[in-house]
């Protein structure tokens, strides 16, 4: 567990200095199996910084003990992997928007200008606060205009993962990419500190292969499955040392519940958007679903070290872009066949006999159209990956002193499946 207070003594606990809250935010510093230290309520209350990985936390400033956020609605151009850019729309040049962080009983003071061609609003999701606080065009006050800037403020009166998201041409605006996390650390602190707290927005986007710019009327048929507005092999690895104490926090504002699953270990689910669930009630899952609408925080020990999966278990969730009507020929022979249809169909190759020889390798050799990703892709040590989407790996070792990719895990001799002699 991290000690704000001790993090942030000496000169730089001045005013939460932005430059050292962000490489918190990414845990470049972050000091493990450091012992709690209690602390007073207020802003120096024990916590550890949330991680956003493939993004970043909102700095603030202090202003006559209010904390200010500044948040600019704006188109954004994302990169969901190498070899993709999409136009999205986001907040600070981000999709989902950076993480904004506070504790219970802070003052707020978020200033919000609009750089999109069309009025927004932001809402705060989750959120307890006056009702002219609550961000909903022609409900709690009006649109905001193209170049206006508005300013919410209000009293965080409890704790919780929240979000926050337009309540103006909702359906545009949250397929576009504008959402984003707003953290209420508890003034209390948690029942069990963790060394790690990342923070994951489930999304999904409609994408034709060759374009280049999500289709928001689309109310089913997504096919792109993004963790922060990155797909596999763009999504950074969840990063923890032997014995870490990890916290999870998924939020999701899509049209699909999201099942995450993991991978040698089992979770306890510790908090909903309505905060913290009392300890003795907690309870064990390997896959946590997540509903539209709703923040899931689970909790677990990083006891067991390895390269472990991270996926949504929607299993078409955790691939890239496909056309969906390809034809099913599992189990039909199909010598001759490609170069048949290639005659009428140029660039057509036949799914494999099998279910594709390696899904993986086949989206490789079968080139798509300008900016489209492989259905499935990514190489690991021991060969090709058949996932892409929401999928990332869970990065566990001993003796590692930073939280940067530690590459493949190299398995003990003796404890890899392989052909039996
Ligand atoms: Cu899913």
């Not at 003071?109 to 307890?128: A, C, D, Q, S």
């Not at 490609?338 to 050799?365: C, D, F």
């Not at 060969?383 to 190299?410: A, E, H, S, V, W």
Request: glycine letters at 12%.
């Amino acid at each position: 567990m991290l000690s704000r207070r001790k993090f942030f003594s000496g000169a730089a606990a001045i005013l939460g200095g932005s430059a050292l809250v962000n490489r918190l935010a990414r845990g470049a510093e972050v000091v493990a199996n450091q012992s709690p230290t209690p602390s007073p309520v207020g802003s120096s209350a024990n916590y550890s910084p949330v991680v956003t990985p493939n993004g970043s936390t909102l700095p603030w400033t202090m202003n006559g003990g209010v904390k200010e956020f500044r948040l600019i609605a704006e188109p954004v151009k994302r990169e969901f992997a190498p070899g993709m850019v999409v136009n999205c729309w986001g907040y600070n040049g981000q999709t989902p928007g950076p993480t904004i962080e506070a504790i219970e009983g802070d003052r707020v003071r978020i200033f919000v200008t609009n750089k999109l061609p069309e009025p927004t609003t932001v809402h705060w999701h989750g959120v307890i606060l006056p009702n002219g606080m609550d961000g909903v065009g022609g409900v709690t006050q009006k649109h905001i205009q193209p170049g206006e800037t508005f300013v919410y403020e209000f009293t965080l009166k409890q704790h919780g993962v929240q979000m926050y998201h337009p309540h103006s041409d909702e359906m545009i605006q949250m397929a576009m990419g504008m959402q984003g996390f707003f953290v209420i650390h508890p003034k209390g602190g948690y029942p069990e500190p963790v060394h790690r707290h990342f923070l994951v927005f489930l999304q999904e986007w409609a994408i034709e292969p060759g374009s280049y710019t999500p289709n928001p009327n689309i109310m089913t048929d997504f096919n792109l499955f993004t963790f922060n507005s990155r797909v596999w092999p763009g999504t950074a690895p969840l990063v923890a040392k032997l014995n870490d104490r990890v916290r999870v926090s998924f939020a999701n504002l899509s049209m699909d519940s999201h099942p995450i699953h993991f991978h040698g270990h089992r979770w306890w689910v510790v908090e909903t958007d309505g905060g913290q669930i009392p300890k003795s009630a907690w309870w064990p899952e390997t896959t946590m679903n997540v509903p539209p609408g709703t923040t899931r925080t689970v909790e677990f020990v990083a006891d067991n070290p390895g390269d472990w999966p991270f996926h949504c278990h929607k299993n078409h969730h955790a691939m890239n872009a496909m056309g969906h009507e390809i034809p099913n020929v599992l189990g039909v022979d199909q010598k001759g066949v490609s170069g048949q249809i290639g005659k009428l169909v140029p660039g057509y190759m036949a799914m494999g006999t099998t279910g594709g020889g390696g899904m993986g390798e086949m989206s490789k050799m079968m080139p798509g159209p300008k900016n489209t990703l492989p259905m499935m892709t990514g190489t690991g040590q021991f060969g090709p990956i058949d996932m892409g989407g929401m999928f990332t790996i869970l990065k566990i070792r001993d003796g590692i002193t930073n939280y940067d990719d530690p590459g493949p895990y190299q398995n003990p001799e003796g404890t890899v499946a392989g052909p039996a002699a």
